[in-house]
Nanobody, 133 residues
């Protein structure tokens, strides 16, 4: 079964940048659609971004559009999330998630469409991002 591990989180000042990485064990991530989500204590899980299995489609939540870039590094078998101009409200645990089913993938990561957590079958344990001055 696919295993996902997030890394790259940490403490950063407002206005700073982080690059988060989602790494896979056992299977190649380029066969999966990948989503990034975050959740702050006491708040609902929030979608951030997704990328199709081939990388030809990407989607971003309005709250992060313009500050976030999702990309694939197939040589490292990772999907990365570059986050710039970090704000205090970006503080959260960040999760990556994956879906392999071709029927589900076909409708995922379309530009302008909602990014839905239930579309994803596999989830990592998360990496903490703390934005503080």
């Amino acid at each position: 079964q696919l295993q996902l591990v997030e890394s790259g989180g940490g403490l950063v000042q407002p206005g700073g940048s982080l690059r988060l990485s989602c790494a896979a064990s056992g299977l190649a991530l380029n066969y999966y659609a990948i989503g990034w989500f975050r959740q702050a204590p006491g708040k609902e899980r929030e979608a951030i971004s997704c990328i199709s299995s081939s990388g030809d489609r990407t989607n971003y939540a309005d709250s992060v559009k313009g500050r976030v870039t999702i990309s694939r590094d197939n040589a490292k078998n990772t999907v990365d999330l570059q986050v710039n101009s970090l704000k205090l409200e970006d503080t959260a645990v960040y999760y990556c998630a994956a879906q392999f089913d071709p029927i589900a993938i076909q409708r995922m990561c379309r530009s302008g469409a909602s990014i839905v957590g239930n579309d994803y079958k596999y989830w990592g344990q998360g990496t903490q991002v703390t934005v503080s001055s």
